[in-house]
């Protein structure tokens, strides 16, 4: 079972923060700490289960080479060091919840909702969204869309939805993986269906999987999913095909399907900034965008020279603290400080 790196607190609700941050990749990460050194406290959304963003979901395990100072480092580990440097600064996670849409409110401060219903009000947005939002790949099921967000998920938001239920998970990967062990303590009975004997997931969570499997907790089929058989939205079972049994029917109250994940520009496409080539323009002074207050950091920012690269997101996150600064604290006066020398900055950092 993958580590959880952060608590996510509960979705719906109404907050007041400081600053927004879109985005838990790498970069929105180290904006909670270059922000947390200027005494600003944030709150963090994903649409992710996790922090990390691209690092996390899509080369967990490949060597990172050029972040300074460090030799090599793996996505996941990198992800893990940069949730351990910002623990003192207490930012406030929404994690599996989608950012999709922004306003002003009466008090001069944005307001952004997600898509479980949690509000949240501060004077800055800072957008670290790298290259959109992650969203599931549809599953080439026939018919698929008359179930979708009814009886079959991609994702899972809410693990209660799922107690007592028959539920058919299907897909060889991680997120296969993590959710047959997460619900199989509440489901009524899990089946997990794959096209392929081996799974592709942590072989730890295989493993874990497999002990299941073997004391009966589980069901495993390799086979093709091939279509659903339900009425009004509620499907009663999936067909799947495989290459032993030929065609044969599984009952289930709900699907969750896991085939993969792709990166989409999402609602922020929506929020009334200026894009060039699907980014958001930015000077260079603060990574300002063209809306006084929101900011953009990372692989979402465009501006001449722009780099893709993990470093240049951790200097714009330096630079755009400086310039969220003066909205969170109109009054006060910001004084230059080293982490080495200053008191202030040490006391912060120890939390
Ligand atoms: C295979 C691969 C290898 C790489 N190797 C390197 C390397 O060696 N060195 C290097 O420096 N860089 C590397 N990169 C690039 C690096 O990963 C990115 O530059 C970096 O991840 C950008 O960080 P970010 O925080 O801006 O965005 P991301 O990592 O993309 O994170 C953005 C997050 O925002 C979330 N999000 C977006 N929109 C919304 C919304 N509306 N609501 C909620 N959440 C939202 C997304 O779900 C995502 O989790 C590599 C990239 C890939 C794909």
Redesign the pocket.
């Known amino acids: 079972m993958a580590e959880q790196l952060v608590e996510s607190v509960p979705s719906g609700g109404a907050h007041e923060t400081d600053v927004i941050i879109?985005?838990?990749?790498?970069?929105?990460?180290f904006a909670v700490f270059e922000l947390g050194l200027l005494g600003i406290k944030a709150h963090v959304?994903?649409?992710?289960d996790k922090p990390?963003?691209?690092?996390a979901?899509?080369?967990p395990e490949?060597p990172?080479?050029?972040?300074p100072a460090i030799k090599t480092i793996s996505?996941e580990q990198l992800t893990k060091q940069l949730v351990e440097q910002i623990d003192p600064f207490g930012a406030i996670f929404h994690l599996n919840?989608?950012?999709?849409s922004l306003e002003k409110t009466n008090a001069d401060k944005w307001r952004i909702k997600?898509d479980l219903d949690t509000a949240i009000e501060a004077p800055v947005i800072c957008v670290?969204?790298?290259?959109?939002?992650?969203q599931p790949k549809k599953p080439p099921i026939p018919g698929v869309d008359d179930y979708e967000g009814q009886s079959v998920y991609y994702a899972v938001r809410r693990r209660e939805m799922f107690r007592n239920k028959n539920i058919v998970i299907a897909g060889g990967g991680d997120s296969a993986l993590d959710w047959t062990l997460n619900l199989e303590p509440i489901a009524e009975k899990i089946t997990l269906v794959h096209r392929r004997e081996e799974f592709r997931g942590a072989p730890d969570t295989v493993e874990k999987m497999r002990a299941l499997q073997s004391v009966g907790k589980i069901d495993v089929h390799v086979a093709q999913i091939k279509g659903l058989r339900g009425e009004g939205g509620q499907i009663q079972a999936v067909c799947v095909e495989s290459k032993s049994e030929g065609d044969y029917e599984l009952p289930c109250d709900n699907l969750l399907a896991f085939y993969g994940l792709t990166?989409k520009l999402?609602?922020?496409a929506d929020f009334g900034l200026n894009f060039t080539e699907n980014r958001i323009a930015v000077d260079t002074e603060k990574f300002e965008t063209s809306v006084p207050g929101i900011f953009c950091?990372?692989?979402?920012a465009h501006y001449p020279g722009k780099l893709?690269?993990?470093?240049?997101?951790f200097h714009e996150a330096a630079l755009m603290s400086h310039g969220a600064f003066h909205y969170v604290f109109p009054d006060k006066k910001l004084k230059f400080q080293h982490t080495t020398s200053s008191r202030d900055l040490q006391a912060k950092v120890s939390g």
């Not at 919840?97 to 999709?100: C, D, F, P, R, S």
């Not at 670290?128 to 992650?134: E, R, V």
């Not at 893709?308 to 997101?313: A, D, F, R, V, Y």
């Open positions: 879109i985005g838990a990749g790498p970069v929105g990460l959304i994903d649409i992710l990390g963003g691209q690092c979901e899509l080369y490949k990172i080479l050029d972040i996505g919840e989608m950012a999709v997600t670290a969204a790298g290259g959109g939002s992650f990166m999402g609602p922020i950091i990372g692989d979402m893709k690269l993990i470093l240049s997101g």
